[in-house]
């Protein structure tokens, strides 16, 4: 999923779930740009968090995009992260304003924990939801009815679970359409996809979690050029990030392999680029990082939650 900012909004940051509602055109707004463990991460003890226990940056929240139809006035979460509880006020608060607290409708990538076990939060024990449509693939959809606590959200209809099928278009409204698309990743539970999200004049490619570009049956160049906007993976900037683990054993296309498979796009195509889902270690979280830096210097996006992108 990509994304091209020719209208980006930075009225919509952090401070979306408190702004006055605005009436928007058709977008999209980032709601988190970190991987599934957050920022900080559990145990660690480097510098890239040892501040944030104690004083936490309300910006680091993990992955997931906001939809919004203007025609429609409907709103859709991609990825039911940990962080839920907020990205889901800060949707509400996006466009115009509703008295809907929850989302229209969530449309689910895998089952790692920061893209579905938001979901939790549906239940009896928070919101007790009714029959909000979560959109899923096969696999995703077998094993949140068939393994608890998600089940118990199908049972007592918090949820309805909406089928997709690979590459078979959604049409949301006569302006959205949303198509998954497979991709090659540790599918231990549920097979891994993102999403083509087509609105009235644009285009945007989500995909937050890869193996590596090699891996796809699709030829990732040819895909950005097909999109206005391409949110990407960049989970490490390069492998020298990860010391205590095998890097081998979760695969991504680290930032700097990604810059060089990119780098004779012409300034328009990497200008399509926003870079995504960063692990904690990641330097790109800090856009003032000379990391960030480089990566603006050489035309593409890091993405910043609260980034608006017309549609």
């Given amino acids: 999923m990509v994304l091209i900012i020719s209208c980006q909004d930075k009225s919509a940051s952090d401070e979306t779930v408190t702004e006055k509602p605005k009436n928007r055109a058709t977008s999209i707004v980032l709601l ?20 944030l226990f104690e004083h936490p940056d309300p910006k680091r929240k993990v992955i997931s995009l906001g939809l919004y139809d203007s025609t429609t006035k ?45 979901l939790m939060y549906l239940g009896k024990e928070a919101t007790n939801s009714k029959d909000i449509p979560v959109y899923a693939m096969p696999r995703m959809k077998d094993f949140l009815e068939n393994n608890g606590p998600w089940s118990q959200l199908v049972t007592l209809n918090n949820i309805e679970i909406k089928l997709l099928e690979n590459q078979t278009p959604v049409k949301l409204s006569a302006e959205i359409e949303v ?51 391409a949110f990407l993976d960049a989970t490490f900037y390069s ?25 004779d796009l012409s300034e328009q195509e990497k200008s399509k680029i926003i870079f995504i889902h960063f692990n904690h270690t990641n330097p790109l979280i800090d856009i003032n990082s000379e990391e960030a830096k ?11 939650v609260g980034d608006v992108f017309g549609l």
């Fill in 294 to 304: 480089n990566v603006l210097q050489q035309g593409f996006r890091v993405g910043q």
């Fill in 32 to 51: 988190g740009n970190i991987q599934d463990g957050g920022s900080p991460h559990i145990g660690c003890k480097k510098d890239c968090c040892k501040n």
């Fill in 179 to 229: 198509t998954p698309i497979l991709v090659p990743h540790r599918d231990e539970y549920s097979e891994t996809v993102g999403y083509l999200i087509k609105g009235p004049n644009k285009s945007a490619l989500f995909i937050p979690d890869i193996d590596k570009w090699d891996k796809w049956n699709k030829n990732i160049v040819e895909e950005i050029k097909k999109a206005d906007y």
């Fill in 74 to 118: 409907k709103k859709y979460l991609f990825d039911a992260t940990p962080d839920i509880t907020t990205q889901m006020k800060a949707l509400k608060n996006y466009g115009l304003q509703s008295e809907k607290e929850l989302a229209d409708g969530i449309f689910l990538t895998h089952a790692h924990i920061g893209h579905y076990t938001g």
């Fill in 239 to 263: 492998g020298e990030e990860i010391s205590a683990r095998d890097i081998s054993g979760i695969p991504h296309p680290f930032v700097i392999e990604s810059l060089e498979r990119f780098k």
